[in-house]
Structures are given as C-alpha cells and as structure tokens.
C-alpha cells in the first residue's frame, strides 16, 4: 500500500517534471521605475497565458549604473539564472559577446524599427538586443506659474535661469518656501553625462567623443555650457540636486514644488496621475538651446532594449520573449499606459496613441535629432569614459574646480585612456 | 630504599610518558577539530586572497578571467617614455584618485572609531549600573547593529534627504539653520553624514563589547577605592580604564578592521564623488564597472596590505593580547 502510493506519487511528480520542462521557467531582470514593473508584469501576464511558460520578475535597482555591475558580474560568471536582460542602449558594445545574436529570429520585424536605433544594438553585424522603448527627455513646464507671471517657454539656458529665478523668488515670497526653479539629475551617474550632454551639445561643444573617436570636450563652449550649469546650483536648483537620479528630481517635480524639470517622458504619466500635485497643470517642450555658435537644442538618446543570455537555458523561449516585449502590440500598450516611446515608427501615426497621449508624435522631431551618448566610439572603454565625464561635471557643480580646468583635466584622462585607440 | 627508588623512578618517567603521550594525542585531536575550518577559511579567504594577488600582476579582464598575461608590476607602477623625452608614469602608486580614496578611508576610520569608541564607553558605563528595566534598555540599544547596513543607509539617505528629509524640517522649525541643507549630496558635509550614520548604527556594538569588559572588573577593587575616599574621575581612570583596557582595545582593532573596509553605506548613502570614495569603492568600481579587472585587483592586494600593516602596527604599538589578560 505505502509502496504504491510511493510510486504514484514518483509518477506524478515525474509528469509534473515534464510538464515543467516543456513549458519554461523565465526570469528577466527590470530595475524600471515608477509603476513600470507593474506594467511588465501585466504583459508578462498575457505572455504566459499565450505560450504556458513561467516568467519572473527580478527587480533591480533603477540607476543604470549599478544594474550594470551587477549584469557584468552575472554574465561574467556564466550565470543562467536570467534569461532576459533589459539593456540601456549604451551596453551593446560592452556586453555583445555575452548575448545571443537576435538577426535571425527578428529578421521580419526589425524592418519595423527605427533604423538607428537597431543600429545602436548591432556589433559587428550581431543584433545584441531588440528596442523596447526609446527616450529622450524634454523640458517639463509649469502652464499655470508661467501663466500667472506672463512668462514664455524658455527657449535657451539663459532665459530659462531667469525665468525659473524670477517665479521661485515670487512663489517664496508669496509663501511657498519649498519651490525651486529647476530641478534635474546631478548625481554622479550615468544619468549626469545625459544631462551634462545635452548642456554641452546644446552650446556646440560637441558630444565628448565624436564619432572617429577624436576626444572633443575640451573646448570654450563646453566650458561655458558648465559653468552655466554651475551657475543654477544653489540659485535655481537646490543643492541637494547632485545627488538626485530621476526618481528624486520627479518626486520634488510632482509635490508641485518645481517650475522646471527634465525629465525622461515617463514622468509624463505619472505626473498626471490622481495623486499627483501638478496634475493637469505642466506641459513639456524640447531642452532649452544654449547660446554663441552651433547653438541648439540637444537631447540625449536614451532607450531600453530587450537581449536574451547565452548562459539561459531556456533560450528558445527567451527570444520569443524579447520578440513578445519588443513587438507592436506591446511597444503601444507601453505608450498609453506608461507613455514610453515607441521603436516602431509607424506607431507615432497610431489614432489611439495620438488620441490618448498627444505628446508622443511631437517627440518623434525631438527624437530624430537625439544625440547619441559616445558608446560607439569609446567601445568597452564607455564605462570609464562615461564615469570621467560624470565627475568633471560633478566636481564642477559642486565648487571642486572650474570648468575649464576640470575639462583640461578630463581632455588628458581621457588621451590617456583611449592610449593608441580606443 | 634502592628498590623503592628503583621502583619509583620508572613509575615516574612512566607518568610523564603517559602524560606526553596523551598531550600528543589530544594535540592531534585538536588537529582534526581544527582541519574543517582551516579548510574552509583556506577556500573561502585564502585561495581568493591569492587569486586576487595573482590578477593583480596580469592583464586579466572581467570578460576574460583565465586568459590574463603576466605582466608584472605594471599595475602597480609603470612608465613609458615618450618620443619627446618625457617620461609619464602610471600605474596604482601614482594614481590621485586611488590616493584620495586612501585618504578618505583613512580618515573616515580614525573619526569614525574614535567617536564610536567614547560613545560606546559612555553607554557602556550607563548600562553596567544597576537600575530598573536594564535588560530591556540593554537589548533595546542593539536595534541599531541589527538593522542590515543597506537599510539603515536608505532610512537615513530619507531623513537626510535636503527636501522631504526630517532632519533638516527639525532643525529649520528650531531655527538651527536658515536653508536646507543637502547634508549627503554637498561635498562639504557628505563625510559628516557618513560619519553620523556610522557612529549611530556601530556605537551599539562597541558598547557591548566594553560592557563585557566592565563586567569582569571586580566589585572590590571600587569598594576599596570607596573607602579610600578616591574621587570617582580618578577611579574611571585610575581602575576602570586600566582593568578595561585589553577588552577595549580588541574592541577598537574589531572597529577599525570593519571601518578600513567600508564600502555599502557610502554606496548608498552619498553620491559616487571623490568627497567619499574610499578604497572598497573605488576597486569595485575598476572591478566590475570599468573594464579594468587587474587594476582593481591591484587596488584590493594594496588594500589588504593596507590592512595587514595597520593591524600588525596596532597590535604591536598597544602591545594588544587576545587572550583577555594585559600585557
């Protein structure tokens, strides 16, 4: 009797093996922010009721910076407990020898796709990972305070600083003692050399590194894009903004107590939710432009993608996953609920996202003249690169040496770095 | 007489052989006892340690961990002369910023210990009196150890946070400062949070072990002093300090060895600036974040050799016994 019902239950859990088996075990790994997991879950929701599989959330911290020492450390160690990575559009060089090549499971959509940003994710002809979403963030504004003091949307750095001085001291005055006039990322990460970016593209200074990897940063208008930069802080940003990521700066943005802000355009959605302060009250528009020759206004290129390990052990079914978060239907759920931008262009044409969320077909000018962050260029040296620029940057706005010398500095950290090339 | 010496002087180097013998075999007893934690330590601390030591001289390359090429002490100290004449050196020894996360490492630990070291006497004092409710009080001022270093620096990041934080909201409303202040974000006060953090979550665990200390100084040696009519500042100095003294001082080297080596709450807490890098987050970031796994290999050997001399200067300098007893 006991031995029978030993053996049945061997059987059972032998079928249930099988089964099991069959349908796979996933895990991705996410460090979205905002309600963004909440969203990942919903369609890995769908994904698993279409093909039976099992996939699992693995949350990750949201700065970019730390998601990518840990991914390194995993893949380094062969690690198949992630299947499915997101990936910043910055890390194809870095990690693409430890990605399968997506080519020819997505040789009939990737047509779809913006064609530079499928570049972006291609090394030496192997497709690293599909685009999910591309970024590029704007400015956000305060209809009503603009409107209340007659002020216009600034269109350079320089009016933008008076503007957001002239309402923050108003709005102190008349009793608001929390407002500030813009705030941003200036903590020492990845998301500074976005901002210091579009600071420095903006005033012509160029973008660090072009694209025949000649180090171009040390220059007059470089220098002045910082020390314009230099000059917000403690006058129209708080201090505190060198240790703000995006997450931080949202969360002054949303209790209302920002005229300024910029931002990745999923603060959008959420800064007109129910529970937010500045509900109905902001719109956005490009970065402000800087001032003297090449002057205009620059956004960094930003943007999630979706790589399959070539550690899984489910791999199959890991790119049928990528092809899942990566495809139309999902790229447009993802606009309307988190107002994400699409990879697929015939998405900024779609009657229900324009319907619903009006800013993203007046992102597609903003998105067309991104600049790239110089990860091609500086290949596996980005990390590094990145990481100099952030902290010249950061050492500037915090007091620690003017502009000029600490781009003097950086411009001979970097020569060295890149040695005979890079 | 000649038969009892006879007879006594085998029994005799009889015992002794016997006691020998057993010495060997609880000696050897010891040994196995011992076999499965030295084996352990040698795979968990040892064989790392060397590995680490051993990339340090290569090239070796997170992507590519078995195919590094010794290259010597490159990593170290290296230079290169140009075409022009000038020579340019490089390499860990002459690296400022590997030298200003030194310097940041070392400060932070000397502060830090030293602050924690008279808080820690001072609490331990108050809980080594007898009143009501002093088991509670004695577990309750643990809380600070127990939390796990990730949390308390995010708590702390929030209640220091210059715009949502409450430190800064109470000592506005006390009208202590005029402005918020961005206490882990300025470059001048990043340190001074680390600091404030550290010496509240590690204050605790000083304590504990001073306690334990004071626990093991007899009760007569005061009642003496009592009698004599001592002033109690020179009896605290005089008696307890001196009887305390080995417990504190393996206390202090525990704190400092831990402080040499801090790493999560500056992560957390402060942004990645050279106002609070110091060694362990600097060689992680060339380990993992940039693509140079043999120069944060390098930085770790150096950090370890740091430690290793601090700890044999320390223990030599305050002549430190591990066994309880002084000098």
């Known amino acids: 009797m006991k031995l029978k019902s030993l053996i049945a239950g061997l059987l059972a859990g032998a079928t249930l093996g099988i089964i ?14 905002g309600n963004g997991l909440a969203f990942l879950r919903s369609q890995l929701d769908r994904f698993e009721a279409d093909t039976g599989n099992k996939v699992t959330i693995v949350p990750m911290p949201s700065s970019t910076t730390d998601q990518f020492g840990q991914y390194k450390l995993w893949l380094a160690a062969g690690n198949a407990d992630i299947d499915v990575y997101q990936t910043d559009v910055i890390w194809a060089p870095q990690l693409a020898d430890q990605f399968v090549d997506l080519a020819a499971a997505a040789k009939d959509v990737v047509a779809d796709h913006f064609p530079s940003i499928v570049e972006s994710q291609t090394v030496n002809g192997k497709l690293v990972a599909l685009p999910a979403f591309t970024d590029a963030p704007a400015l956000y504004y305060r209809k009503d305070l603009l409107e209340k003091y007659g002020k216009s949307v600034p269109k350079t750095w320089p009016e933008l600083a008076a503007t957001a001085k002239e309402i923050q001291d108003a709005e102190r005055a008349a009793g608001k003692a929390d407002i500030q006039g813009f705030v941003f990322q200036g903590n020492a990460y990845e998301g500074l050399t976005c901002d210091a970016l579009e600071w420095v593209k903006s005033y012509g200074g160029g973008q660090i590194i072009e694209a025949d990897g000649s180090i171009s940063i040390n220059n007059p208008q470089a220098v002045a894009a910082l020390e314009q930069a230099k000059s917000w802080i403690g006058t129209i940003s708080p201090e505190g903004v060198l240790s703000y990521q995006e997450e931080e700066s949202r969360g002054v943005w949303q209790l209302g107590n920002a005229v300024f802000m910029r931002n990745w355009p999923y603060a959008y959605q959420l800064g007109n939710g129910d529970d937010s302060a500045v509900k109905g009250l902001f719109d956005v528009a490009p970065l402000p432009a800087g001032e003297g020759e090449g002057a205009r206004s620059a956004a960094t290129l930003g943007g999630w993608n979706i790589a399959v390990s070539k550690y899984s052990k489910n791999q199959d079914e890991a ?3 990528a092809l899942f978060l990566a495809s139309k239907d999902v790229q447009k759920e993802r606009a309307l609920k988190q107002s994400n931008l699409p990879t697929i262009v015939s998405l900024y044409d779609d009657a229900d ?37 952030w902290s010249a940057v950061h050492d500037t706005l915090s007091g620690n040496g003017t502009a000029a010398e600490n781009l003097e500095v950086l411009e001979a950290k970097l020569t060295e770095l890149k040695g005979d090339a890079w | ?80 002369t140009l075409k022009s004449g000038r020579t340019l050196f490089s390499g860990l020894l002459v690296d400022p910023s590997w030298w200003n996360a030194v310097w940041n490492t070392v400060r932070f630990a000397v502060v830090s210990v030293a602050l924690e070291t008279v808080a820690g006497l001072i609490v331990a004092l108050v809980l080594n009196a007898e009143f009501r409710g002093r088991g509670i009080v004695r577990a309750a001022i643990l809380i600070p150890w127990a939390i796990p270093t990730i949390v308390s620096a995010k708590m702390w990041a929030w209640m220091l946070n210059d715009q949502f934080g409450m430190i800064n909201d109470i000592l506005l409303n006390l009208g202590l400062i005029s402005t918020k202040i961005a206490w882990a974000a300025s470059a001048d006060t990043a340190m001074t949070a680390v600091l404030i953090v550290d010496v509240w979550k590690t204050t605790p665990f000083m304590a504990l072990l001073i306690l334990a200390g004071l626990q093991m100084v007899p009760r007569d040696v005061y009642e ?46 402060t942004p990645n ?55």
């Open chain 2, 273 to 327: 600036s050279s106002a609070t890098k110091t060694m362990s987050v600097i060689s992680r970031e060339n380990l993992f974040d940039f693509d140079k796994f043999a120069y944060g290999s390098a930085q770790s050997t150096l950090l370890f050799l740091i430690i290793a001399v601090m700890t044999a200067l320390y223990i030599w300098i305050g002549k430190v016994r591990f066994d309880g007893g002084d000098r």
């Open chain 1, 353 to 389: 996202i324009a319907a619903n969320q009006p800013i993203i077909p007046r992102w597609k000018d903003v998105f067309l003249n991104a600049v790239p962050r110089p990860s091609a260029p500086a290949k596996v040296k980005y990390n590094e690169v990145s990481s100099l620029f």
């Open chain 2, 1 to 80: 007489m000649a038969s009892e010496a006879v007879a006594s002087a085998p029994s005799g180097v009889g015992s002794k052989k016997i006691e020998s013998e057993l010495m060997k075999s609880r000696v050897a007893a010891a040994m196995w006892f011992l076999l499965p934690m030295l084996a352990a330590l040698a795979i968990v601390a040892g064989w790392p340690l060397l590995r680490t030591i051993y990339f340090s001289f290569t090239d070796t390359s997170l992507q590519n961990l078995y195919g590094g090429k010794f290259v010597g002490f490159k990593n170290y100290f290296g230079w290169t």
């Open chain 2, 224 to 269: 003496a002093a009592r009698i004599d009519g001592v002033h109690p500042i020179k009896v605290f100095f005089k008696v307890t300090l001196p009887l305390i003294r080995p417990a504190l001082m393996v206390a202090v080297i525990f704190r400092l060895l831990d402080a040499m080596r801090i790493f999560d709450l500056i992560y957390v807490l």
């Open chain 1, 20 to 33: 099991a088996a069959q349908a796979a075990d996933l895990a991705i790994v996410s460090g979205d922010t």
């Open chain 1, 319 to 321: 790119v049928k996953l």
